[in-house]
């Protein structure tokens, strides 16, 4: 990942300060510089990236799959998962070429660069179309009626058009900026932290509080108990992978940016270490969509196995296919109730 593309050859003229370059330096490290100072760790990454790739590729692609062509309709939720899926599944293949640029072109600093950006670009992208899923759910069980007109299919497309230009804009502009400008990287990676990490955990925390707080009235609430609580199952799933998958990274960043003294060692550890944990996401989301639809899980199965066609009650039309992986049917079996999630047949549609 990033480093050596920022560290730049100066000009002849020029007589650039070495604590304005190592202070980026910090921020970014590609992985030949773990590679060439923490051998066995970096082999240790290798191995947990060609994990997750196989693993998210995997999920990812069978979820597509249902949500696209086993989906009766394209609620709104439904498709700010396809557009979080689509995010992981780049992410996911993004791993592999990671790791063939750095033993076949480690010198190509635009092979680089086009890599961190659409890492990092998929990255928030992933943490703004979570975010609009909980939005999303909470509306749909807190504010039924008045949602009813922006919860609107043609609205959420329009939203995630905007992510995506979002995200593509604010990313591209502090990389070109902090690259040619790296007295300034301070001042930007602030704000991109904010817009794309800072306010989407806290209208998560806020809204998954609130639908908890309903939770105790329900007489507020017209919507099923087992309902609400898919909601807040989804909710607290979110949350969790922010803990796990991206809160690490940004307060790596946010150290580096009040600390930029710190050892280069220490930095270069940390900012690998926390971008295999963001990488870990494309594997934890799979769990989410078992809370959009009530029927995610047991289609997976049926995927997997020859079942009777029936007619379900959610979004999701039953699938006759033979028996194939018992891998994938078991982890469905693991993440069909991460939560205590009702039964698919016990659920209303969302």
Request: aromatic fraction near 10%; proline fraction near 5%.
């Amino acid at each position: 990942m990033p480093a050596k593309l920022l560290t730049m050859e100066p000009s002849p003229n020029s007589t650039p300060s070495p604590n304005i370059t190592d202070l980026f330096h910090k921020f970014v490290h590609l992985d030949g510089e773990l590679a060439d100072t923490f051998y066995t760790l970096w082999i240790a990454l290798v191995v947990v990236n060609a994990v997750i790739f196989l693993v998210g590729v995997v999920l990812n692609s069978l979820a597509l799959y249902v949500f696209c062509f086993r989906t009766k309709t394209k609620t709104t939720s439904v498709i700010y998962t396809i557009n979080l899926i689509v995010t992981d599944l780049l992410v996911g293949f993004s791993l592999p070429i990671r790791i063939i640029m750095h033993y076949s072109a480690p010198d190509c600093r635009n092979c680089a660069l086009i890599h961190i950006f659409t890492y990092f670009v998929n990255m928030y992208c992933s943490i703004l179309f979570l975010t609009c899923i909980c939005i999303d759910r909470f509306l749909a069980i807190v504010q039924v009626e008045a949602s009813r007109k922006w919860r609107n299919p043609n609205y959420a497309k329009g939203i995630c058009a905007f992510i995506w230009i979002f995200a593509t804009v604010v990313t591209f502009s502090i990389l070109t900026m902090a690259m040619k400008f790296s007295h300034c990287c301070i001042a930007q990676i602030l704000p991109l932290m904010v817009c794309e990490y800072v306010f989407p955990l806290i209208i998560i925390t806020f809204f998954t509080t609130r639908i908890m707080c309903a939770l105790s009235k329900p007489t507020l609430m017209h919507q099923s108990r087992e309902r609400r609580m898919r909601a807040v199952q989804l909710l607290i799933t979110v949350l969790i992978i922010f803990m796990i998958c991206f809160t690490p990274f940004h307060v790596r960043q946010l150290a580096i940016s009040i600390n930029p003294g710190m050892s280069n060692n220490i930095s270069l550890v940390a900012y690998h270490v926390t971008v295999a944990l963001s990488s870990l996401n494309s594997c934890m989301d799979p769990i989410v969509y078992c809370f959009v639809t009530n029927n995610f899980q047991s289609t997976m199965k049926n995927i997997f196995r020859k079942s009777e066609p029936e007619q379900t009650s959610g979004d999701i039309i039953s699938i006759n296919k033979n028996s194939g992986s018992n891998a994938i049917i078991a982890f469905t079996n693991v993440i069909g109730n991460p939560l205590g999630l009702p039964s698919p047949n016990s659920t209303a549609s969302s």
